[in-house]
């Protein structure tokens, strides 16, 4: 393959890329907020050998420090002086050192954690719906009708700066 046929690129943006994508979403899991979280208690629950907890943590921390705010270890630039020969002086230069994703080992890894905590929450939501419809077959037809119907407004730029109700 030449050079330029490389489909990621000659600086791996691609790589980079759906690195930094899979573990933002997976970080997401674990925040409070809004929306319902995942806690370091369910990956310690999950049916998988090895160093699971510390992998869990390792790629929240990828996260927090290799792609939200990058100021660490995984990222680096230095400006160096290069020496020349006596008569042409000293040149200058930089260099960028930077952790482009994990090895196809600690991708799967990551997959394999992923699928797993994705059963835990596709349990969690049936036990939901499930309760749910329970408590709506236990209405009557008067109270079905005086719900609220569900709406949507797609959101507009001005939305952007805004909190999710």
Same mark, same amino acid.
């Given at each position: 393959m030449?050079?330029?046929d490389d489909p990621q690129g000659d600086s791996g943006i691609v790589i980079r890329g759906l690195w930094a994508a899979a573990? *933002?979403?997976y970080k997401r899991c674990f925040s409070d907020g809004k929306r319902s979280f995942l806690s370091d208690n369910d990956v310690e629950s999950l049916p998988l050998q090895g160093?699971? *907890?510390e992998w869990h943590r390792f790629l929240k921390q990828m996260r927090d420090k290799h792609i939200a705010h990058s100021v660490n270890p995984f990222e680096e630039v230095r400006v160096l002086l290069f020496?020349?020969?006596a008569a042409e002086g000293v040149g200058v230069g930089h260099v960028l050192v930077k952790y482009m994703s994990s090895d196809e080992g600690g991708v799967r890894q990551l997959g394999d954690l992923a699928n797993h905590l994705l059963e835990l929450v596709h349990g969690r939501a049936e036990e939901q719906w499930n309760a749910l419809l329970r408590t709506a077959n236990q209405m009557s037809p008067e109270e079905l009708a005086a719900l609220k119907p569900y709406t949507h407004v797609?959101?507009?730029a001005e939305h952007a700066n805004s909190a999710r109700r």
């Open positions: 030449a050079k330029g573990l *933002v979403a160093e699971v *907890v020496p020349q020969q797609i959101p507009g």
